[in-house]
Nanobody
Framework: HVQLVESGGGSVQAGGSLKLSCAAS????????MGWFRQAPGKEREAVAH????????YYADSVKGRFTISQDNANNALYLQMNDLKAEDTATYYC??????????????????WGQGTQVTVS
C-alpha cells in the first residue's frame, strides 16, 4: 500500500515561490494518477494539477496554469509542485494524492484513494 508524505509548505510573500514535495513509500511510476489538490478555509477541496505517471501527461487548473509545474522523479518515488508567482488566493492546505488507474481517470478527484496529510501554504 502506497503512503504519501508532503513537505515544502510555508509562508511566502506574494510573487514568491515554493516547491512542494511528495514522497511515496514505493514506486508509482507505472499507471498511477498523481495529483496535487488544495483546500482553503471555508472552501471545497479543488484540483491543482495532476499527471499520469506512465507518460507524464499533465493537467493544470486554469487558476495555476503558467505559474505551477507538476513533475515526477521516478528514481526517488517523488512528486513535486513548483509554485511561482504565488498569490494570496493560493493560500491553502495542499495535499498530494494518488490512485492506480488509466489516464482518463486522473481527472476525478473523488476517485483518488491515497492521500497525504497535507502541507500549509500561506501567501501574504
Amino acid at each position: 500500500h502506497v503512503q504519501l508524505v508532503e513537505s515544502g509548505g510555508g509562508s511566502v510573500q506574494a510573487g514568491g515561490s515554493l516547491k512542494l514535495s511528495c514522497a511515496a513509500s514505493r514506486y508509482t511510476y507505472s499507471g498511477f494518477c498523481m495529483g496535487w489538490f488544495r483546500q482553503a478555509p471555508g472552501k471545497e477541496r479543488e484540483a491543482v494539477a495532476h499527471l499520469w505517471t506512465r507518460t507524464g501527461t499533465t493537467y493544470y487548473a486554469d487558476s495555476v496554469k503558467g505559474r505551477f509545474t507538476i513533475s515526477q522523479d521516478n528514481a526517488n518515488n517523488a512528486l513535486y509542485l513548483q509554485m511561482n508567482d504565488l498569490k494570496a488566493e493560493d493560500t491553502a492546505t495542499y495535499y498530494c494524492a494518488a490512485r492506480r488507474g488509466a489516464r482518463w481517470q486522473c481527472s476525478t478527484m473523488n476517485s483518488y484513494d491515497i492521500w497525504g496529510q497535507g502541507t500549509q501554504v500561506t501567501v501574504s
